[in-house]
């Protein structure tokens, strides 16, 4: 199984960024997906998840209103529209699925990883 993340960048603060996340080498329309991060200093930390046919989804009460994540089964692809963008953001980013089908972890719980995008956002 592999993970590729693309999208982040720099960004000022309030702006938006989206993330992508092509994911390979299993049925994703079965697995739910995550969006982590880890911050300089900071443990890992659940951002958002979506169900497998994205009907349900999850957000860290730090994002839930700004981010968004979804995505299109037919292209493999997860996605984290990003708005309103604050320093307390900047991270790396890292798109992630479960060992366990139809099943969606709201915590660091995930078997499979991409490689982390930067997004860094400037005050």
């Known amino acids: 199984v592999q993970l590729q993340a693309s999208g982040g960048g720099l960004v000022q603060a309030g702006g938006s960024l989206r993330l992508s996340c092509v994911v390979s080498?299993?049925?994703?329309?079965?697995?739910?997906m995550g969006w982590l991060r880890r911050a300089p200093g900071k443990e890992r930390e659940f951002v958002a998840g979506i169900s497998s046919k994205g009907s349900n989804t999850y957000y860290a009460d730090s994002v839930k209103g700004r981010f968004t994540i979804s995505r299109d089964n037919a292209k493999n692809t997860v996605y984290l529209q990003m708005n309103s963008l604050k320093p307390e953001d900047t991270a790396v980013y890292y798109c992630?699925?479960?060992?366990?089908?139809?099943?969606?972890?709201?915590?660091?719980?995930?078997?499979?990883w991409g490689q982390g995008t930067q997004v860094t956002v400037s005050s």
């Open positions: 992630a699925s479960p060992h366990i089908p139809f099943t969606t972890p709201r915590d660091a719980n995930y078997a499979y």
């Open positions: 080498g299993r049925t994703f329309s079965r697995f739910g």
